[in-house]
Nanobody, 120 residues
Framework: QVHLVESGGGLVQAGGSLRLSCAASGSIASINVMGWYRQAPGKRRELVAAIRSGCSTNYADSAKGRFAISRDNAKNAVNLQMNSLKPEDTAVYYC??????????????WGQGTQVTVSS
């Protein structure tokens, strides 16, 4: 069994910062892409940022210049540093990863989500 566990959400004022962390646990042979998605009430889930095993990254336009994604391959972890937060960043943030749990194919996993609320 593979699990993704997120932490670091919370309530912050506009202009503030939060750091989200996600750690993968279980039987893991390798991890390819790790990323963060978010879903605001009434909206579709959207990609915020992703990072590949070689550490190349991509960001949503809304996150560029404000958010930074990083990963610790030794800990099977991915982090999202969010700065200059805006009320429109309010959403449930989900960790996502493509993980090879053993010999064979990659599977896509989701964390349980962590709430980020930015007050104006």
């Amino acid at each position: 069994q593979v699990h993704l566990v997120e932490s670091g959400g919370g309530l912050v004022q506009a202009g503030g910062s939060l750091r989200l962390s996600c750690a993968a646990s279980g039987s893991i042979a390798s991890i390819n892409v790790m990323g963060w998605y978010r879903q605001a009430p009434g909206k579709r889930r959207e990609l915020v940022a992703a990072i590949r095993s070689g550490c190349s990254t991509n960001y949503a336009d809304s996150a560029k210049g404000r958010f930074a994604i990083s990963r610790d391959n030794a800990k099977n972890a991915v982090n999202l540093q969010m700065n200059s937060l805006k009320p429109e960043d309010t959403a449930v943030y989900y960790c996502n990863a493509d993980i090879q749990p053993g010999a064979g194919r990659l599977y896509n996993y989701w964390g349980q989500g962590t709430q980020v609320t930015v007050s104006s």
